[in-house]
């Protein structure tokens, strides 16, 4: 069977055996505490379904038909339906057994779902009786079995809907319009909406902010807690500030208003840019289960602050605290952010000596954070161009929420929480957002901040920023929370040397450097999964094109990290 044949009779058979599912266990005692849950749950799984049948299957515009899709990605679209079709196997045999699936020859039944979906609930209820009294059969409806099957079942469907965001904005126009109410079935809404925001510039009434910004407890790389006060407001809120200082030709220069205006546009359209996001990096308690958007750990941006006497700008963010619990007053005179860079740098006050290293649950969660933000960041041709150590904030997720306190004492636990985990937030974004948008080819000869650049783009930039140079970056990165030392450290002497003689190490080599340490050291500390996602970023090992980049990149590199949290 072809790939689109199998696909169909995939979607079909699936389609039928979880209206079976939720048939049978309507009427099971059991599920009477959660039955409005696990139906709520299969209910999404049915719209998704069907929305994946319109796009894939469709008999006039699907995606699988011959031609479509490159063969790359419509083998790993049939993969995953398989696999879909494979973990409702059991269930599947059962409902064949008392004549409860149709067969692939009436599958334009799907063409009218409600009218499938009650034929096959009647029937149910027909044989219900009959089916307790068959002792496994009966069995498969165990409460944990089925919430096991349930869990697999989302896993499954959600990384289709991954898939779907990396397809190109003309391949989906095809066949779905950004009106479609089938987006919310696949959460592709924020992700066509951010790929709109990307090629439009900051309206003329979008300016700095007014109001009061008070600035709380110590500066960390750039950053500082602090409360915004926005004007005619009595109350603050709690926020991150990050600093940008105005680049060299804004300083102090006798610049008229116009070229003034021109030099501050892109921090303008940044902070619009940010402000109009959709990022999103936990669970929200008006979302659907199964339905929780693309997974991207960056801050919600409230705009800029313009400040001309300090000759710098200043973004405010909201502190990423989860819906279920209001940010605790974290932000006393004594409490400052974190980032990566500081955090590995961290040394005990005493001894001067480093610190502990976090678990390798820790660090793997880390490296997951910042991979899967840049997956999905990029799915909306968004780059993010300052992928670095000391732009990265540290926070730690409990149950209770997220919060900024409480890093280094469960870094130093000997017994750290089990629930508690550390999460890496992306943030100083560089200004150029757009793939398609021009880049910067200006020449940027910082010793450390060009470490972590692909050697495309260190100094005087060669070419046009790509996914890939993102990816390079995030290869460093993984490099230092592996090995737990800074590329400051690792560096020291180029660093120095550079600085002293005004001239950059030559970037092919600082690459094939970097490469042989994640390739000799990097499997004694974490693994040789985590090695080989590291050298994977380093070296570039992807297919061409945007999809297939993206697909392995998962694979490859977001995939792997995301089991090392499990271990």
């Known amino acids: 069977m072809d790939v689109y044949g199998t696909a169909v009779t995939a979607i079909t058979q699936a389609y039928q055996v979880t209206v079976f599912i939720q048939g049978v266990i309507s009427d099971i005692k059991s599920f009477d505490e959660d039955r409005a849950e696990v139906r709520l749950k299969l209910n999404v799984q049915l719209s ?3 929305f994946f049948r319109r796009i894939f299957v469709h008999p006039d515009h699907g995606l699988l038909l011959p031609g479509k899709l490159d063969p790359f990605i419509a ?3 049939e993969g995953l339906l398989v696999q879909m079709r494979k973990t409702l196997t059991e269930y599947e045999l059962v409902a064949v057994k008392y004549g409860l699936v149709i067969g692939d020859e009436e599958d334009g039944g799907l063409e009218r779902p409600e009218q499938v979906k009650e034929s096959l609930l009647q029937r149910i209820k027909t044989k219900a009786t009959s089916l307790k009294l068959k002792g496994y059969d009966w069995s498969l409806f165990d409460k944990k079995r089925v919430h096991k099957i349930l869990e697999a079942y989302t896993s499954w469907s959600a990384d289709l809907r991954n898939l779907m965001q990396h397809l190109s904005q003309d391949t989906l126009s095809r066949v779905v319009d950004e009106n479609d109410q089938g987006l919310k079935a696949t959460v592709l809404e924020p992700v066509i909406k951010r790929r709109k925001l990307i090629e439009a510039h900051a309206p003329a009434d979008f300016q700095s902010l007014k109001g009061q910004v008070s600035e709380e407890g110590n500066v960390s790389g750039g950053y500082q807690l602090g409360s915004w006060k926005p004007s005619g407001s009595t109350s603050g809120t709690p926020v991150v500030i990050e600093f940008h200082e105005y680049e060299g030709m804004l300083k102090g220069g006798d610049l008229e208003p116009d070229e003034i205006e021109e030099l501050k546009e892109p921090i303008r359209n940044l902070a619009w840019l940010l402000k109009n996001s959709t990022f999103s990096s936990h669970k929200s308690s008006e979302t659907e289960p199964g339905l929780e958007p693309p997974q991207i750990y960056a801050m919600e941006c409230l705009g800029f602050i313009d400040q001309p006497e300090e000759e710098r700008n200043v973004f405010l963010y909201k502190l990423p605290t989860s819906d279920e619990v209001d940010q605790p007053q974290d932000t006393a005179a004594t409490s400052k952010l974190t980032t990566l860079h500081s955090f590995i740098n961290a040394v005990d006050r005493e001894n001067k000596r480093p610190l502990k ?5 820790d660090r793997f969660s880390m490296a997951h954070c910042l991979a899967v933000t840049l997956l999905n960041v990029h799915a909306s041709k968004w780059v993010h161009k300052n992928v670095w150590s000391k732009g990265i904030l540290l926070f730690l997720q409990t149950p209770a929420g997220v919060r900024t306190s409480g890093l280094q004492a469960h870094r130093l636990s000997s017994t750290p929480k089990s ?6 937030y992306l943030s100083d974004w560089g200004y150029a957002r757009s793939e398609q948008q021009g880049t910067d080819m200006r020449g940027d000869f910082e010793p450390e901040a060009n470490l972590y650049r692909h050697p495309d783009r260190q100094g005087k930039p060669t070419r046009q920023f790509q996914r890939r140079h993102d990816i390079y970056a995030l290869g460093v ?8 030392v800074t590329l400051s450290r690792l560096m020291e002497s180029k660093i120095r040397d550079a600085e002293k003689n005004g001239r950059l190490p030559r970037p092919k080599k600082v690459a094939s450097d970097l490469t042989a340490l994640a390739q000799q050291n990097l499997p004694k500390e974490m693994g040789d999964g985590y090695a080989q996602a590291t050298i994977n970023c380093l070296t570039g090992n992807f297919r061409d094109g945007d ?3 993206a697909l392995e990149f998962q694979e490859k590199v977001v995939n792997v990290l995301a089991q ?4």
């Open 477 to 484: 990165v993984l490099l230092e929370i592996g090995l737990w």
């Open 75 to 77: 083998q790993t679209i």
């Open 357 to 361: 290293r976090p678990s390798l649950n």
């Open 48 to 50: 998704t379904l069907l």
């Open 419 to 424: 629930q508690d985990r550390i999460l890496a």
């Open 564 to 567: 090392g949290i499990k271990l």
């Open 547 to 549: 999809a297939e980049l």
